[in-house]
Nanobody, 128 residues
């Protein structure tokens, strides 16, 4: 019953910050783990970042750690991905995902199968 819509993607030069947004609807958003995944041409969809239902715990892929920041605003039913120092290899379609039934408090999954709902994706292209 959770619906997700991503926005904020586009074409930027390497090093220019970008912020993605994911607007969610549904009665269980505030109790859901929220994650960002990405898929580049010819590659599998991979985990980028996740945040617990309370916002108290986050998890990042090693490839983006220190550069990207995930956050959420439950009052606005929105999750964000702040992309600082983006690189050409960050080019991909970015997907927002929700897990309304985390295994335990503050759990943040990294596997695709752990997330039940997905947005349609937003294209991010980073030029060199």
């Amino acid at each position: 019953q959770v619906q997700l819509v991503e926005s904020g993607g586009g074409l930027v030069q390497a090093g220019v910050s970008l912020r993605l947004s994911c607007a969610a609807s549904g009665r269980t958003f505030s109790s859901s783990v929220m994650g960002w995944f990405r898929q580049a041409p010819g590659k599998e969809r991979e985990f980028v970042a996740g945040i617990s239902w309370s916002g108290g715990n986050t998890n990042y892929a090693d490839s983006v750690k220190g550069r990207f920041t995930i956050s959420r605003d439950n009052a606005k039913s929105t999750v964000y991905l702040q992309m600082n120092s983006p690189k050409p290899e960050d080019t991909a379609v970015y997907y927002c995902a929700a897990d309304p039934q985390p295994y335990y408090s503050d759990y943040v999954g990294e596997a695709r199968y752990e997330y039940d709902y997905w947005g349609q994706g937003t294209q991010v292209t980073v030029s060199s």
